[in-house]
């Protein structure tokens, strides 16, 4: 069985800036993660491969710097990473960051792609979606747990208040929640085996066949006019009534509000 995962390499948002003029994200001096959602796939697959020796394959778009991502999937357990690197995909919104993902991963075989649900510095839930479109196959959205029988895989999605189990004919391509795997700790044997041993494979431009009408910049029909950071609330008003004097209250500033 082979299990592609995409990973992206993300700031950690919980140190989060942004520049006041030009509205994006400050990442100099920011750390750098594996997105959340995507190391829970990238569990999953390592999981299927201790159960069935599947070989995994993560691949990550990004600049030369998450390399350092794709070496700690390496020393989780992952068979092979490729970094997909071009100063052409800068500047890529979802649907250039699907075409070009989706270009490479046509390079490869597979019978199972894992993506993240979101990224953490973007949370459109678009690229794993728009992957599977590309591809023309099945797509699962918000797994929680998936299991592999044969041909098929079985999936318990996240849906509002319920769960659906949905059965799927391989290959297919799941969006994998954070619940879906508890991420391992890199091995020490793994750390040196994908630091000293292991090579990243690259694929630039010139490597994937697609179109430069769907790459980068360019390719990217989404604009951006503004980002901000949220306006922090003034302090709220704290009233002490009794039950039917606090309904009474709270009618009466809804109805000032013109909300009733």
């Given at each position: 069985?082979?299990?592609?995962?995409?990973?992206?390499?993300?700031?950690?948002?919980?140190?989060?800036?942004?520049?006041?003029?030009?509205?994006?994200?400050?990442r100099d001096g920011v750390p750098s993660?594996?997105?959340?959602?995507?190391?829970?796939?990238l569990e999953a697959a390592l999981t299927l491969k201790d159960q069935m020796g599947a070989h995994v394959t993560v691949l990550s778009m990004g600049p030369p710097q998450a390399d350092l991502a794709l070496r700690e999937a390496l020393a989780m357990g992952a068979d092979e990473a490729v970094l997909i690197t071009d100063r052409a995909f800068g500047g890529a919104d979802t649907w250039a960051t699907s075409s070009t993902l989706a270009a490479a991963i046509r390079k490869f075989d597979y019978d199972l792609i894992i993506t993240g649900r979101q990224a953490i510095d973007g949370d459109t839930a678009q690229v794993g979606?728009?992957?599977?479109?590309?591809?023309?196959?099945?797509?699962?959205?918000?797994?929680?747990?998936?299991?592999?029988?044969?041909?098929?895989?079985?999936?318990?999605?996240?849906?509002?208040?319920?769960y659906h189990i949905i059965r799927a004919k391989l290959p297919c391509l799941i969006t994998a929640l954070a619940e879906l795997?508890?991420?391992?700790?890199?091995?020490?044997?793994?750390?040196?085996?994908?630091?000293?041993?292991?090579?990243?494979?690259?694929?630039?431009?010139a490597d994937l066949d697609i179109d430069d009408g769907n790459i980068g910049l360019k390719g990217s029909p989404t604009r951006v006019f503004k980002s901000f950071t949220k306006a922090v609330k003034g302090k709220g008003t704290v009233v002490s009534l009794e039950p039917q004097e606090s309904a009474d209250w709270l009618?009466?500033?809804?109805?000032?509000?013109?909300?009733l």
């Open positions: 069985m082979n299990i592609i995962v995409c990973i992206k390499q993300v700031p950690d948002t919980t140190e989060v800036r942004l520049n006041p003029e030009t509205g994006t994200l400050i993660i594996i997105n959340p959602d995507d190391k829970a796939g979606p728009q992957i599977a479109e590309h591809l023309g196959l099945t797509n699962i959205s918000y797994a929680e747990e998936i299991g592999v029988d044969g041909e098929y895989i079985t999936v318990k999605r996240q849906y509002e208040d319920r795997g508890e991420p391992r700790y890199m091995s020490p044997g793994g750390i040196f085996d994908a630091f000293r041993e292991k090579e990243v494979k690259t694929l630039s431009r009618v009466e500033k809804l109805q000032e509000k013109f909300i």
